[in-house]
Nanobody, 121 residues
């Protein structure tokens, strides 16, 4: 059964950091690639990064490269998104999701309810 539960969001000042967590299941990690996407009010969904069985993340969003780091811990069944040097434009609801393959064009099959990130002074 696919399980995706995000946590770790909050209010942070520009330049600050947050680490988002996504609690998953063995089934989720064994049979899917995992991705992070975000959506801000009135804006389109943005795919941020994804990771397949290789555990090497692929970052899709140019604006987060060098600031965000995706990782996973299969033993704990957790996926993380470390976000540094946050900017107001990073504000949005962040979701972890499954894909059949790690690709910017692959559809998201399932996703959690998300965790809200607000970057504001």
């Amino acid at each position: 059964q696919v399980q995706l539960v995000e946590s770790g969001g909050g209010l942070v000042q520009p330049g600050g950091s947050l680490r988002l967590s996504c609690a998953t299941s063995s089934f989720t990690l064994d049979y899917h690639s995992i991705a992070w996407f975000r959506q801000a009010p009135g804006k389109e969904r943005e795919g941020i990064a994804c990771m397949g069985s290789s555990r090497t993340p692929t970052y899709h969003l140019e604006s987060v490269k060098g600031r965000f780091t995706m990782s996973r811990d299969n033993r704990k069944k957790m996926v993380y998104l470390q976000m540094n040097n946050l900017k107001p434009e990073d504000t949005g609801r962040y979701h972890c999701a499954t894909q059949n393959m790690c690709s910017a064009s692959a559809p998201f099959l399932a996703w959690g309810e998300g965790t809200e990130v607000t970057v504001s002074s």
